[in-house]
């Protein structure tokens, strides 16, 4: 059953794509797509994939919140 996401883990994008970048490097992922409720407090936020001879992919970074307001992966 998908939960209603907190407010706050919806707008944790640049939280997300810190941790995106983190793993795979800032070079490419591009801008945010989307942000979808998974269970209790976790979103997916998704992000263009702009590296060559990827075109339409997309980067997803499933996590929640932490009580320091980081994006904890899943």
Not at 1 to 22: G, K, N, Q
């Amino acid at each position: 059953m998908i939960a209603t996401p907190d407010s706050i883990a919806l707008e944790a994008v640049d939280a997300a794509r810190a941790a995106l970048v983190e793993e795979v490097g800032a070079d490419i992922v591009g801008e945010h797509v989307s942000a979808s409720p998974e269970t209790a407090g976790a979103v997916t936020h998704s992000f263009a994939c702009t590296k060559a001879g990827y075109p339409g992919w997309v980067w997803a970074a499933l996590g929640r919140l932490t009580d320091e307001d980081q994006f904890r992966d899943m």
